[in-house]
Every structure is written in structure tokens, then in C-alpha cells.
């Protein structure tokens, strides 16, 4: 019984051990808003980095940001395009353990909703472009990115994202060291990692 979603997320969930991670394997009906969401985790896995992910139809596309996201429009940063994570992934926040796939700590460093640019395309049209203009509307990151494929060194996967010019836009400081924890818990990497429970409110 496959359908679209499950062919966008077969990648996914071959990655992935179920009875060892406490990651979605998307089986679950999404939640459906009316409007589609972001998220931005921090992952410290053999490296420290950040996975922007946009909802575009039922499941979350996604590229790992090495840097992280820069509110400076002059500061473009690699974006590697993996595999499609499912939509109820957006909530997780916890531990991956050691030895399987991404092992490491999952923080919800951001997460909203997002307005995709028109002009008579879907998102799955700017996605199969390889140019997306988007807006945000996060706790952290707000206003007009974009994210545009560049096939560096002949790697598909290679994309720039990129913040718009804007009032949201700033050369000032640096929102991933100014606001480290996470938007759901207000946790930091350390109390995850160490299984600290949410503080209430
Ligand atoms: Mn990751």
C-alpha cells in the first residue's frame, strides 16, 4: 500500500532501526495545520549542526546547515539536502542513541511556520527548481530566506541558504550562540543530552 509519502520517506526509515531510536518512523497522521510548518534542530552528532526543515506537502524536506542559519544577508551557508523526515519528526527533542544513524542530542532549536513565494508554482515546483524563497515565522528566525541549489563540486545535494535582506535581517551578534536552547523546552544541549526533564511553562 505505498503511497507518496511513504516513497518520500523510504530513505528515511532505511536509515533507521525503530526498535532502537525514539525517532517517528511517520506512521502517525500528521497533525495538519492549515499552515505549513518549520523547524531548525540542533544536532550534536560526530559533529555539531543544525537541520532546517520545511513542510512541503506531507512531509518535512530537509538540509543540514554545518554553520547554521546567519541573520546577516551576506553570510550564505552550506545546506546539504538529505533525506525527507516526516512530519511529526518536527517535535522531537531527545537522544539518538550511540550507534545508530545521526546518534547524538536533538534539540528543537526553532520552529514555526512557513509561507512559501508563489508566483503560480507550488513548493514542490520551487523545491524541483532548486530555487525556494520562503518566509518564517519562528521564535529565532523570522522573514525571507533563500535556499538555492548550487551543485558544488558536482553534488546535487549542495545548496546555499541564505537570510533576505529585511527588517528580521541583522549584521549583529550571532542568534546561534545570543539564543542556544531549545524554543519547546527551553533546554540546553547538556540537559537533553542528560535527560533533564522540561521545565514547566
Ligand atoms: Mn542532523
Same mark, same amino acid.
Given at each position: ?14 536509515? =533507521?532501526?525503530? =526498535?532502537?531510536?525514539?525517532? #517517528? ?6 497533525? *495538519? ?6 523547524? /531548525? ?10 537541520? +532546517?526543515?520545511?513542510? @512541503? ?7 543540514? /546547515? #554545518?554553520? &547554521?542559519?546567519? +541573520?546577516? #544577508?551576506?553570510?550564505?551557508? +552550506?545546506?546539504?539536502? /538529505? ?10 527533542? &531527545?537522544?539518538?542513541?550511540?550507534? %545508530?544513524? &545521526?546518534?547524538?542530542?536533538?534539540? /528543537? ?15 514542490? $515546483? ?5 530555487? @525556494?524563497?520562503? %518566509? ?11 535556499? @538555492? ?12 541558504? =541564505? ?8 549584521? =549583529? ?12 523546552? &527551553?533546554?540546553?544541549?547538556? $540537559?537533553?543530552?542528560? *535527560?533533564?526533564? #522540561?521545565?514547566? *511553562?
Amino acid at each position: 500500500m505505498a503511497n507518496a509519502k511513504d516513497d518520500k520517506l523510504a530513505d528515511y526509515r532505511q536509515k =533507521r532501526d525503530f =526498535r532502537k531510536t525514539a525517532e #517517528p518512523s511517520g506512521q502517525s497522521a500528521p497533525s *495538519g495545520g492549515d499552515k505549513p510548518i518549520f523547524v /531548525v534542530h540542533k544536532h550534536d552528532a560526530s559533529r555539531l549542526h543544525y537541520d +532546517l526543515r520545511l513542510q @512541503i506537502g506531507d512531509t518535512l524536506a530537509s538540509w543540514a /546547515v #554545518p554553520k &547554521g542559519p546567519s +541573520l546577516d #544577508p551576506a553570510q550564505k551557508r +552550506l545546506a546539504v539536502h /538529505v533525506e525527507d523526515h516526516p512530519l511529526d519528526y518536527a517535535d522531537f527533542e &531527545g537522544t539518538i542513541p550511540e550507534n %545508530e544513524y &545521526g546518534g547524538g542530542t536533538v534539540m /528543537v532549536w526553532d520552529c514555526g511556520t512557513v509561507k512559501f513565494k508563489e508566483e503560480g508554482k507550488t513548493p514542490q $515546483q520551487w523545491l524541483d527548481e532548486g530555487h @525556494i524563497e520562503f %518566509e518564517l515565522n519562528g521564535v529565532k528566525l523570522k522573514g525571507q530566506w533563500v535556499l @538555492i541549489q548550487t551543485r558544488m563540486r558536482g553534488e546535487a545535494k549542495n545548496w546555499l541558504l =541564505r537570510k533576505r535582506s529585511g527588517p528580521h535581517a541583522s549584521d =549583529r551578534g550571532d542568534v546561534l550562540a545570543d539564543q542556544p536552547d531549545s524554543v519547546k523546552t &527551553g533546554r540546553s544541549m547538556e $540537559q537533553i543530552a542528560a *535527560g533533564a526533564k #522540561p521545565s514547566a *511553562g
